[in-house]
């Protein structure tokens, strides 16, 4: 089985740029994640969709933005980029919204550069 | 919030012996989950090892094994029979059980762990 797919795996972009991120999780996954991975640091939660809704937010500007489709994949969409946005975006799937074991799958990311 | 803490930025093992990975964190729920995070140079974020708070008994898996220490909020990683593919950033992370919640995963800054010959 293909574990979660990310595309694109590198993308430069110029301050002020839109970027759209995309993901497909796990065949039967629900549960869509982003991360934020900022070099030599953990990563940090961005956003949860469960079902197509959105279930968590973290400290994100309203720049940030994302969606679920009906096939579980997901958008991650970033306005106005800055270069502190620069970074590695995770997504990770998982096959629930919430509870116990509800282990999360991770991408391989996506490295994103803004000049 | 929770918040989880990595005091070791590098670590250096030579190949078969044994190496610990240190982790503290801060919550004031009961009930959590803990992981390790494998993240080779590859960046694939890969699951080492989780632990469930309720559970006295501490996980393993091959290799690896968790001291967890639920009243001084510590939960560090041993690998054993280091081998020269456990190289990577090892990652703890927080998961609160709660429902209603984001099943949002709260990471530590991160262990670089070299492995010699």
């Known amino acids: 089985d293909a574990g979660v797919t990310q595309s694109p795996t590198h993308l430069i972009k110029t301050r002020g740029q839109q970027v759209t991120l995309r993901c497909s999780p796990i065949s039967g996954h629900k549960s869509v994640s982003w991360y934020q991975q900022v070099l030599g640091q953990g990563p940090q939660f961005i956003f949860q969709?469960?079902?197509?809704?959105?279930?968590g937010r973290g400290n994100f500007p309203d720049r940030f933005s994302a969606r679920q489709f009906p096939n579980y994949s997901s958008e991650l969409n970033v306005n106005a980029l800055l270069l502190g946005d620069s970074a590695l975006y995770l997504c990770?799937?998982?096959?629930?919204?919430?509870?116990?074991?509800?282990?999360?799958?991770f991408g391989p990311g996506t490295r994103l550069t803004v000049l | 919030a929770q918040t989880v803490t990595q005091s070791q930025p590098e670590m250096s093992v030579q190949e078969a012996e044994t190496v610990t990975l240190s982790c503290t964190y801060d919550t004031s729920e009961s009930d959590y989950y803990l992981f390790w995070y494998k993240q080779p140079p590859s960046r694939q974020m890969i699951l080492v090892i989780r632990q469930e708070a309720y559970k006295q008994q501490n996980a393993t898996e091959n290799r690896f094994s968790v001291n967890f220490q639920k009243a001084a909020k510590s939960f560090s990683l041993k690998i054993s029979d280091s081998q020269l593919g456990d190289a990577a950033m090892y990652f703890c992370a927080y998961r609160s059980p709660m429902t209603g919640t984001a099943s949002k995963l709260t990471f530590g800054t991160g262990t670089r762990l070299q492995v010699t010959l």
């Open positions: 969709y469960y079902e197509k809704e959105e279930r």
């Open positions: 990770a799937s998982s096959s629930k919204g919430q509870g116990a074991g509800n282990e999360q799958f």
